[in-house]
């Protein structure tokens, strides 16, 4: 871990993607029409990140839903849920 902090110490950003499956297995009864062997759930995640001043963007896509996110010393912005506009998360 040191060795890797020593070698990213001068860096300036960064650019990574990232992607994820899950099963999530729910237990007990109540689980009719629910695949065998659980909810497959399959996430991305595109991101280019800058260290001075602090800033980021990235999309995520998550059950088939994009969210976009900006973050600068303004605030955290990303599109609305419901998919109208843009709100600046607390």
Excluded: C, R
């Excluded at 070698?7 to 899950?22: I, P």
């Amino acid at each position: 871990m040191s060795e890797a902090s020593e070698v990213n110490k001068d860096l300036q950003s960064y650019a990574v993607k990232t992607g994820t499956d899950q099963i999530i297995k729910i237990g007990g009864q109540g689980n009719k029409g629910l695949p065998e062997g659980g909810i497959p759930i399959q996430s991305t995640i595109d991101a280019v990140h800058q260290m001075e001043p602090m800033a980021f963007h990235q999309t995520i896509e998550s059950v088939a839903q994009i969210t976009e996110q900006y973050y600068t010393d303004k605030g955290l912005y990303m599109t609305n849920p419901t998919g109208d506009g843009w709100v600046k998360a607390p």
